[in-house]
């Protein structure tokens, strides 16, 4: 009779007797290496709008003029730098996945300033960053068919980031860095691929003549919109051997902490001027006297937690011509 009382108890009350509730069930989760917490499931890339992206509104084309620039990349067929990576959080999936080399561009549906012709103070074009001021006259073609695309789900962790290195300039002979990798990260959806070492005592590429970064950029409707333009120099960059890449962001003392400015962005393509002056440290890692231009070793965007539809197009630096 007591089995029978305690078998009835059970069918009544399944929850308590291991049995199925309607009740949802909090999702597995797991730390970052920063200590956050995130759910172990991969999550999926949908649509962020149910109509197509409408494009934005018309930019201003001749946002550049007065100002010569340095251009790392159109993303235009031919034209199309392979130095950049992709990579992220790894905790939803993403188009394009991270580590897909090379970097794809996407066609801007109708194009950015097509038809649009160069005004006499147009932007004007260096072939190499130490040309000297003033001497760049390659007039800038402001139409655009082709731009760097990325679309996420929702990531939750530590977000997204398109980036590329400067080549450095290292002694021969020299040795590894002396800071040792930690594992790569295993996300929900993927492992990442593990770091490279860097090589001691290499000095990086000088962009002092240059007053900042610029981006034309936009996202589609119901996207995250907040990025972070970032720019590393000798003593804070990964490659630079003085800070540490493998720490994280809770172990304040010799994380390389680099300088970075946060630009919000809407629906409309448009050509945002990041000055260096206006670039700040994180205020966790290795603390810095200041951005050395002269030593710049990497350039990025970073785009955080949240769901994205990214459209990075024409990136470089950029100065005042007179």
């Known amino acids: 009779m007591r089995a029978l009382a305690v078998a009835i108890v059970c069918a009544l009350a399944s929850v308590a007797c291991g049995g199925k509730t309607e009740r949802?069930?909090?999702?597995?989760?797991?730390?970052?290496?920063?200590?956050?917490?995130?759910?172990?499931?991969?999550?999926?890339?949908?649509?962020?709008?149910?109509?197509?992206?409408?494009?934005?509104?018309?930019?201003?084309?001749?946002?550049?003029?007065g100002y010569e620039l340095f251009l790392l990349d159109n993303w235009e067929p031919g034209q199309a730098s392979i130095a950049w990576y992709v990579n992220n959080d790894r905790t939803a999936e993403t188009d394009p996945k991270p580590d897909t080399d090379p970097v794809p561009s996407d066609e801007i549906v109708g194009g950015r300033c097509i038809g649009a012709t160069a005004s006499a103070d147009a932007a004007t074009l260096c072939d190499t960053a130490d040309a000297p001021l003033g001497s760049c006259t390659r007039v800038l073609d402001p139409e655009s068919r082709f731009a760097f695309h990325q679309r996420t789900g929702s990531l939750s962790a530590n977000g997204g980031q398109l980036g590329r290195s400067f080549p450095p300039t290292c002694p021969a002979n020299a040795p590894q860095?002396?800071?040792?990798?930690?594992?790569?990260?295993?996300?929900?959806?993927?492992?990442?691929?593990?770091?490279?070492?860097?090589?001691?005592?290499?000095?990086?590429?000088?962009?002092?003549?240059?007053?900042?970064?610029?981006?034309?950029?936009?996202?589609?409707p119901n996207s995250a919109d907040t990025i972070k333009v970032r720019v590393a120099d000798k003593l804070t960059d990964d490659k630079g051997c003085i800070c540490n890449p493998y720490t994280n962001q809770n172990d304040p003392g010799d994380g390389c902490d680099k300088f970075s400015a946060f630009v919000g962005l809407d629906a409309t393509f448009r050509a945002y001027r990041v000055p260096f002056d206006e670039m700040q440290q994180g205020g966790w890692g290795m603390r810095s006297p200041g951005l050395d231009m002269s030593q710049l070793f990497s350039f990025g965007v970073e785009y955080g937690r949240g769901s994205w539809d990214l459209w990075i197009d024409d990136v470089g630096f950029y100065r005042r011509r007179r």
């Open 177 to 220: 860095c002396h800071f040792a990798p930690g594992p790569p990260e295993v996300g929900p959806c993927s492992p990442s691929q593990g770091s490279t070492p860097a090589t001691e005592g290499c000095d990086g590429r000088d962009f002092s003549t240059w007053e900042g970064v610029f981006v034309w950029a936009r996202v589609a």
């Open 24 to 65: 949802e069930r909090p999702p597995p989760t797991r730390l970052t290496n920063d200590g956050d917490v995130v759910s172990k499931a991969c999550r999926p890339l949908v649509p962020l709008s149910d109509h197509p992206d409408p494009g934005g509104g018309p930019p201003v084309c001749n946002a550049l003029d």
